[in-house]
């Protein structure tokens, strides 16, 4: 079943941008909450901890949207990667995700590489040779640690998440009343 959730996003003052949370209630979401649209309190709660907007499939989508506004979008693709890489079970699908994660973040000419420091990077190249469910773990530690300290706090500062509590709040209201 999809769900999509418009909301009118303000960046410039000058400048409105339509985002659409376009998301798919299917097995491969990597999402624990299902519910089609956010609540007022789920909203709020983001604000709590970076893991519970995390946990949530719009919450995911807004803070997406604010890293690609800040051109760091790569990093929760990232992220969202090793979380899907290490639910694998098979060794050969393993070794294939581990090369495409590989190629599309780590590797120096990667169209999206991430930020990682040398040794952290000789180490996933090791590990490719014989890839664990494990072997972005350090990896993915960084970059969810640098969203966390960095990210994070701007973007519950952003218009963006604003915006949200703004909208989750006044839905909030009409469903009560």
């Not at 769900?3 to 400048?15: E, W």
């Not at 989750?168 to 009409?174: F, L, M």
């Amino acid at each position: 079943m999809q769900s999509t959730f418009f909301l009118a996003l303000q960046h410039n003052s000058s400048q409105m941008e339509t985002a659409c949370f376009s998301c798919l209630d299917t097995a491969e979401t990597p999402v624990k909450n299902k519910k089609s649209r956010p609540t007022s309190d789920e909203v709020n709660q983001w604000a709590q901890s970076f893991d519970k907007l995390l946990a949530h499939k719009y919450g995911q989508a807004a803070f997406r949207i604010f890293l690609k506004s800040e051109y760091c979008e790569e990093n929760i693709e990232f992220w969202l990667a090793c979380e899907e890489y290490k639910k694998i079970k098979s060794p050969v699908k393993l070794a294939s995700k581990a090369k495409k994660i590989h190629e599309e973040f780590i590797w120096n000419k990667a169209l999206k590489e991430i930020n990682l420091d040398y040794h952290t990077k000789k180490d996933i190249m090791q590990n490719l040779h014989q890839p664990t469910a494990t072997c972005f773990y350090t990896a993915q530690k960084k970059v969810y640690s640098l969203m966390e300290n960095n990210s994070y706090p701007r973007f519950l500062l952003s218009e963006i998440y604003q915006e949200l509590c703004s909208v989750s709040q006044e839905k909030s209201k009409y469903r009560k009343s």
